[in-house]
């Protein structure tokens, strides 16, 4: 009788597990790479923290560079709210194995911390949100980082044969989430009452992963008119916060319209979703996770408002979005998915995922290190290789 059991009972698990695991077509996405545009790549990669304490503050990073690089040029990468300097480990590698330094850092300890403070244990993420996305705190944000640059350029200068390998004159910047906000700032993008703190070091590119999507950006192209330099935005269709405070994903793509002409990209995603832009694993949960509430959401969304006050916390506008608008966009998203397997969102997020990487590097390979090859596959390749799991603008 215990042997029937226990026989029974093997059955049902080897029923239960029979159930397929869904998985992206590996194949369709190893074409897809070898045809797109191929950097430099190397297979040895150190990875180094980095920690300091001394009068400009305390903190710490990581540093990766390729071992037989020297004179690398340099790109800092800001993580999203909540996330250390381990997150967007899928493009920080990348750009290390085509011979970038980059340094991941989040200059404000509370950043990191934002979903462990006391309003988010209560759950009143919206004030977390509101006060990391505040003029003031991207002030301190930009000081902080800005302090850290000038320390690793003294240790440089002093003699350490890791930091001395860094070329800071060729300098890029790319950001996540409240991290985009600060490359945006750091690119030229005002900041209202006072001035902007500017780095030490020059910056000659900046990447936007999911860019801050401030209410009525319309109403406030001045914002950009002071944004020159090379600069490419990475958003798409999905690229809302779960919670619905961004009533559509294409307020993201609106301060790439106001940009000064020249040099300026958008990489556009199908399945870009905030979490695939962030650099998470594929996965269909993602795509189909319109109402799900996670405190993760509001990195990704308007913190500065509710659903009903989306606005810039120094913006005088009183224009609001509405919740409808918000309930439609979901409802698109969820008949689309309804179409497709979760192989097909699973592989449709991967394409989008290496189109990151890819583009990405390109764009750092033609602005950084100024070759014309990549500028050119940019300007001219990019579009056909994209379709049409994504797309390519310019300005």
Request: hydrophobic residues 40%; contains cysteine.
């Amino acid at each position: 009788m215990r042997i029937g059991v226990v026989l029974l009972l093997a059955c049902v698990a080897a029923s239960c597990s029979s159930t397929p695991v869904p998985k992206s077509d590996t194949d369709a996405i190893d074409r897809f790479v070898k045809q797109g545009y191929q950097p430099a790549r190397h297979e040895h990669v150190r990875s180094q923290a980095l920690q300091w304490d001394d009068a400009a503050g305390n903190g710490h990073a990581e540093l990766q560079l390729a071992e037989k690089e020297d004179r690398a040029p340099l790109v800092v990468y800001l993580p999203g709210l909540g996330e250390d300097e381990q997150a967007g480990a899928r493009w920080t590698a990348a750009w290390a194995q085509a011979g970038y330094a980059v340094l991941s850092i989040q200059p404000l300890a509370e950043d990191a911390e934002a979903w462990n403070s006391e309003q988010a244990l209560s759950g009143d993420f919206e004030t977390v949100a509101r006060r990391g996305f505040s003029n003031a705190s991207m002030r301190r944000r930009l000081q902080a980082l800005d302090a850290a640059l000038s320390l690793l350029a003294r240790r440089a200068a002093a003699g350490d044969a890791l930091l001395a390998k860094v070329d800071l004159s060729r300098v890029a910047v790319a950001g996540f989430d409240v991290g985009a906000y600060a490359a945006m700032v750091i690119a030229g993008e005002r900041l209202d009452g006072g001035e902007r703190p500017a780095l030490s070091v020059p910056v000659r590119a900046v990447i936007v992963l999911s860019p801050y999507a401030v209410g009525s950006v319309k109403l406030h192209g001045e914002r950009y008119a002071g944004i020159s330099g090379p600069l490419m935005h990475v958003t798409g269709p999905r690229d809302t916060d779960v919670l619905g405070l961004v009533a559509s994903a294409d307020l993201r793509s609106e301060p790439f319209e106001l940009l000064p002409p020249g040099d300026k990209y958008l990489l556009s995603l199908s399945q870009g979703s905030h979490d695939v832009i962030g650099g998470a694993d594929p996965s269909p949960k993602i795509a189909r996770a319109s109402t799900a509430r996670s405190p993760r959401s509001f990195a990704g969304g308007d913190p500065n408002g509710s659903q009903r006050d989306r606005k810039h916390p120094s913006s005088s506008s009183d224009e609001s979005d509405h919740p409808a608008d918000a309930e439609d966009a979901m409802a698109r998203e969820r008949a689309q998915d309804s179409s497709l397997s979760a192989s097909e969102i699973m592989t449709r997020q991967a394409l989008n995922s290496a189109s990151v990487r890819i583009v990405t590097t390109a764009f750092l390979d033609a602005y950084l290190r100024g070759d014309a090859g990549a500028r050119a596959w940019l300007n001219s390749s990019a579009d056909r290789w994209l379709a049409p799991a994504a797309s390519l603008d310019r300005r």
